[in-house]
């Protein structure tokens, strides 16, 4: 093949690849949530809300979610942290503001990447469980990406998966879920248990229960 032609197919290519992907962005559908996240129990596994936060206006412009909770809980001995941000869609090659990205930004260090294992109705799910520091401070720190069937921890299955939804079906909404408290001995269990009742809140916020761990 001489050069104008490969010219030529490289830019049919690229011309087709750009149609693909536009014809399949219009496929999505937006899904709004069938209860807000502002009704996420306010009192979960003896954690109490303490009172929802608002985001600084960059920030929000940068995470750009369709709806989101900011909020504290507090029992007698500790502070905890949560954040959910959800899209009702998102575009296949996207994805959600990592907070492994994210922190290094603003200071923290991760000192330890690890993964941890909550029950749900007697099914296993996988979660993202990172040690952090800042300024001496040590936290805890869990998350996860929730849709309406599944639960995915890594960043890398959840773009697969994104770009599937796209093709196939075109619901594409999903959320992250983050939850931060002092990384101290009970900590692991604490955030654990909050975890595996804070999934069957998002899932009445989704309207649908999770049936797969990729």
Same mark, same amino acid.
């Given at each position: ?11 049919? @290519? ?16 937006? =899904? #709004? ?33 369709? @709806? ?11 502070? $905890? ?6 899209? @009702? ?13 994210? $922190? ?21 799910? =996988? ?53 931060? $408290? #002092? ?12 975890? @595996?009742?804070?999934?069957? =809140?998002? =899932? ?11």
């Amino acid at each position: 093949m001489n050069r104008s032609l490969l010219s030529f197919a490289v830019t049919a @290519a690229l011309l087709l690849g750009t149609a693909v992907c536009s014809g399949l962005s219009a496929r999505r559908t937006p =899904e #709004p949530l069938v209860v807000p996240l502002t009704q996420i129990d306010s009192h979960i596994e003896g954690w109490t809300a303490a009172g929802d936060q608002t985001l600084p206006a960059p920030t929000l412009h940068a995470l750009a979610p369709t @709806a989101y909770l900011v909020r504290t809980y507090k029992n007698d001995h500790s502070v $905890l942290d949560l954040f959910v941000a959800y899209y @009702a869609q998102q575009r296949a090659g996207e994805s959600m503001h990592s907070p492994k990205h994210c $922190l290094p930004g603003s200071g923290w260090e991760i000192w330890k990447h690890d993964s941890t294992v909550v029950t749900v109705r007697g099914k296993p799910f =996988e979660i993202n469980k990172y040690s952090i520091q800042n300024s001496g401070s040590r936290m805890l720190m869990f998350y996860w990406y929730q849709s309406k069937t599944r639960i995915v921890a890594s960043e890398y299955l959840g773009k697969l998966l994104l770009a599937r939804d796209t093709m196939f079906s075109g619901q594409t909404a999903g959320s992250i879920v983050r939850i931060m $408290l #002092p990384d101290t001995p009970e900590a692991n269990a604490a955030g654990v248990a909050f975890a @595996a009742r804070l999934i069957p =809140e998002m =899932e009445r916020s989704f309207g649908s229960q999770v049936i797969s761990n990729p």
